[in-house]
């Protein structure tokens, strides 16, 4: 026990020191890791950035459904003549001519095929990755059933005049969506 005594009472004074230089250092240290951290809305705007690069990558589609004129475009208030109110045209409009073909923008499966009061022929493609595509204002007869797959670039219908925006005569009414949240077909478009 002397020597212990002895030895502590000799050295107490470097074991302080060394004591005081760790916590010195320590503090550097965690004051050092507190600046080089990145604020955290630079995390969260690089988090916001991979995000929307990983649906936009997950938003391709291989072709536009056909050519034409752009009409109504993405987002725009709207007055929907047969529902008699205003709505947010949550796709894009692309006339042409009765009769162009429409074509599947991607490949996918077909999970609707119908006739509409409001829309006339409707087609729904499932594609990849969460994205889906849907057509409104064919002609009808369709060429394509529910349930079948479709390759990128088939044919689905043709363009006719959807009842619910008949006031600016023949074209598609083409929605996207990720998710299941209406996205503009613009950004998914070649
Ligand atoms: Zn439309």
Known sequence: MKRIGLFLKKQGFFLMLALCLCVIG????????QADAPA???VDAGADMAQSLRE???MRLNTAPL????????????WLE???????HEAIDIAAQ???PVLAAAPGRVTQAR???LWGGVVEIEHENGLSTCYRGLETPLQVAQGVEVAAG???????TPPAESETGAHLHFETWLDGVPVNPALCLP
């Open 98 to 100: 009765r009769e162009t």
């Open 40 to 42: 955290q809305e630079d």
């Open 154 to 160: 088939q044919t689905i219908g043709t363009v006719g």
């Open 115 to 117: 006739r509409d009061r």
């Open 56 to 58: 936009a990558q997950r």
């Open 67 to 78: 050519e034409g004129e752009e009409g109504a475009p993405f987002g725009r208030t709207v």
């Open 26 to 33: 320590a503090s550097a240290l965690w004051a050092r890791s």
């Open 82 to 88: 047969t529902l008699e109110c205003w709505g947010a």
